[in-house]
Nanobody
Framework: QERLVESGGGLVETGGSLRLSCLAS?????????MGWYRQAPGGPRELIAI???????DYAHSVNGRFTISRDDDKDTLYLQMNKLKPEDTGVYYC????????????WGQGTQVTVSS
């Protein structure tokens, strides 16, 4: 069964750091798989935070650019999100996402991990 399992969330003070991990079941990581992290703040929509392609190209939301770093280890089937200089507005549930557009559209979500940044 295809799965994405996030871990590493928790409570941290403003200015602190956390590293999120997303372990994928074997076969999900591939050159045509785009991996991403999304965040959903309380009462808000799910928003894209960072993505990384199979070739290693990355992109970030403006709100986290320069503070967060996305990376992937295909040998370990794991996606990471290093979060530094955390702010209270970074609080939310962080979701791991995998998607492909070829040979057909396909998408998978993890269950989410809570990150709370205290002021």
């Amino acid at each position: 069964q295809e799965r994405l399992v996030e871990s590493g969330g928790g409570l941290v003070e403003t200015g602190g750091s956390l590293r999120l991990s997303c372990l994928a079941s074997r076969g999900i990581f591939a050159i045509n798989t785009i991996m991403g992290w999304y965040r959903q703040a309380p009462g808000g929509p799910r928003e894209l935070i960072a993505i990384i392609t199979g070739g290693g190209s990355v992109d970030y939301a403006h709100s986290v650019n320069g503070r967060f770093t996305i990376s992937r280890d295909d040998d370990k089937d794991t996606l990471y999100l290093q979060m530094n200089k955390l702010k209270p507005e970074d609080t939310g549930v962080y979701y791991c996402n995998a998607r492909r557009y070829s040979p057909s559209n396909w998408e998978l979500w993890g269950q989410g991990t809570q990150v709370t940044v205290s002021s």
